[in-house]
């Protein structure tokens, strides 16, 4: 999967991104941002920030950033926090997930929403997340995997290689992505409806330096 892949996918999508999928992703997004913003006074990085949808249930004392790599979606994503007066973002970015232009703990969490399955490197990613988080800090992901139910699964895998193409990984197995993110995963919720995507709390026990 390239990453140029998916900025064209959301070059496509961006303008009805929040009317297809804004209901519909609309629980796991609040209950990751609960999560998350669990203390006053936080710095707090959303990768994969989209068009800013999470942004306005974030504490009004938390300090947030956003960064994605499609600038039509932090677009919508910039005139939302203008037009809702969202006094606590921060900075709105352009920027890879899987190289992150942030120093080693710069924030206090970090969450990615749908985002684990759309980029090039999971691994890669995941390393990025945790090389910016503090040591404890909170990261939470919500993202789909792998069905458990066999015709599910069947589907999946027979998307998988159109997925590939418009930059969705619809073959994500869970057990390989614990394995390889190295996160410290502490709870496992499933989320959004038919609970077919996953709420994953992670404690920040062993901070990465920058990939190679």
Not at 76 to 96: F, N, P, S, Y
Not at 127 to 147: D, L, Q, W, Y
Not at 186 to 202: I, M, T
Request: charged content about 25%.
């Amino acid at each position: 999967m390239d990453l140029h892949d998916t900025i064209r996918t959301y070059r496509l999508f961006s303008g009805s991104y929040d009317i297809v999928f804004g209901p519909v992703f609309h629980p796991g997004r609040k209950d990751a941002v609960r999560i998350a913003n669990d203390r006053p006074g936080q710095r707090i990085l959303e990768v994969g920030v989209g068009t800013g949808l999470s942004l306005p249930h974030f504490r009004p004392d938390s300090r947030v950033t956003g960064i994605d790599v499609s600038t039509e979606m932090l677009a919508k994503a910039q005139r939302r926090a203008r037009r809702l007066g969202l006094a606590h973002v921060e900075g709105l970015h352009v920027m890879d997930a899987e190289n992150l232009e942030f120093p080693d703990s710069s924030f206090d969490a970090v969450l990615a929403l749908y985002v684990a399955s759309v980029v090039p490197n999971p691994a890669r990613f995941a390393a990025e997340m945790r090389r910016v988080c503090i040591p404890g800090g909170t990261i939470v992901v919500v993202n789909h995997f792998t069905s458990d139910n066999p015709i599910m699964r069947l589907l999946e895998k027979r998307l998988a290689r159109i997925a590939r193409h418009i930059g969705f990984h619809s073959d994500f197995p869970f057990d390989a992505f614990c394995r390889d993110s190295r996160l410290s995963i502490r709870e496992v919720k499933r989320s959004n409806l038919f609970g077919y995507w996953k709420l994953l709390r992670c404690v920040n026990e062993k901070p990465a330096s920058r990939p190679e």
